[in-house]
């Protein structure tokens, strides 16, 4: 009636929690037991290749090859996704330099950028030169963005990485900017989820796995950060990674998360 108040819903989602666990247990539980078929049959292919063998059998060869080397990264992320949901993964912070970043990824992506006449090219702002983070998991971060971009960018483009400092919300924001076709913005919300991809470019590449971003997205998410997408108005895709720059206040070596 006229009386102030409050209504408290509780619900109760014990069975919820039960059934995601046992997803996740199914997850990691197969993606262990694929691993040692996959090894196996890596192994004899390898030894056939060393054989004397017709080009017909080469090509055969060949497809089992990589379709076995795409299993087994899709193996690795799928455990490594069952690993950041368990809290399996702990921070160690420490002080970055994002032009070393930056150089050592060049450095490490050197052929995929040079099987696509790509080229990488940074800047990075006065104040942004050092970030506070897990070294390991900034390169998987940075990594996985940058081979998507290689995958959905023209041949012969640039893939720009950019390290800028918003001082007024002590925030550090990396970037990586592509030429591509951009993303659709229907497809905007979703492309963090896991094996997600956007429909139109499914056939033009098939080389992920539907799983980089939403490892992404969840590495972002244990330094406190936030990642997000976006299209540029020249066209293409941008990526930005913020991390507060208050994570500077911690102890060089700070180990953070599960044990």
Not at 69 to 86: H, I, K, T
Not at 133 to 141: E, F, N, R, S, T
Not at 231 to 238: F, M
């Amino acid at each position: 009636q006229d009386k102030p108040g409050v209504a408290v819903v509780l619900h109760d989602i014990t069975e919820l929690r039960r059934v995601e666990q046992i997803r996740e247990d199914f997850v990691a539980n197969v993606s262990h037991e694929l691993r040692t078929p996959l090894t196996a049959i890596r192994g004899s292919v390898d030894a056939l290749v060393e054989e004397n063998i017709s080009p017909a059998q080469q090509r055969f060869l060949d497809i089992i090859a990589r379709n076995t080397l795409r299993m087994e990264r899709l193996v690795s992320d799928l455990l490594r996704l069952a690993r950041l949901d368990a809290g399996q993964e702990r921070l160690q912070l420490v002080p970055c330099s994002t032009q070393s970043l930056f150089k050592s990824l060049a450095c490490e992506l050197t052929t995929n950028l040079q099987e696509r006449h790509q080229q990488l090219q940074w800047n990075i702002d006065q104040g942004a030169d050092v970030v506070v983070a897990d070294p390991v998991k900034l390169h998987d971060i940075f990594r996985n963005l940058i081979e998507n971009a290689t995958h959905y960018s023209p041949d012969n483009s640039t893939i720009s990485l950019r390290a800028a400092m918003k001082r007024s919300v002590d925030e550090i924001v990396l970037s990586v900017s592509d030429r591509g076709n951009g993303i659709p913005e229907p497809d905007l919300s979703r492309i963090f989820e896991r094996f997600y991809r956007v429909e139109q470019l499914r056939s033009d590449n098939t080389r992920g796995t539907g799983l980089g971003l939403a490892i992404v997205k969840h590495l972002v998410g244990l330094h406190g950060g936030e990642v997000s997408a976006m299209n540029r108005p020249d066209g293409g895709a941008i990526f930005e990674v913020t991390f507060s720059d208050r994570n500077g206040n911690l102890k060089d070596g700070a180990i953070v998360g599960n044990s």
